[in-house]
């Protein structure tokens, strides 16, 4: 069973940056595709972004040119960095990893907007 961590969610102001992290316990070309998910209060769990196995990048329109996805290969890590971050980013983001069988999951990590 693949762990898959996350870090670097936090309080941050209304425009201000985060960079999110995502640690996987196993090399992530055993992926098809990695990213990020976020699920506010009372709302469905949301796409924000996601690169293949390939490098093929996809965002969320509410956070393109905001948001930046990457990875380090030799670390098994994903990162989001979240910049111009807005209150409506508010959420719980959570790191996954899609190859042929269920996702895997992060246990999440809480970013709120605020002043």
């Known amino acids: 069973q693949v762990q898959l961590v996350e870090s670097g969610g936090g309080l941050v102001q209304p425009g201000g940056s985060l960079r999110l992290s995502c640690a996987a316990s196993?090399?992530?070309?055993?992926?098809?595709?990695m990213g990020w998910y976020r699920q506010a209060p009372g709302k469905e769990r949301e796409l924000v972004a996601a690169?293949?196995?390939?490098?093929?990048?996809n965002y969320a329109d509410s956070v393109k040119g905001r948001f930046t996805i990457s990875r380090d290969t030799a670390k098994n890590m994903v990162y989001l960095q979240m910049n111009s971050l807005k209150p409506e980013d508010t959420a719980v983001y959570y790191c996954?990893?899609?190859?042929?069988?269920?996702?895997?999951w992060g246990q999440g990590t809480q970013v709120t907007v605020s002043s």
């Open positions: 996954y990893g899609a190859s042929d069988g269920p996702y895997d």
């Open positions: 196993r090399t992530i070309f055993s992926f098809n595709v």
């Open positions: 690169v293949t196995s390939d490098g093929r990048i």
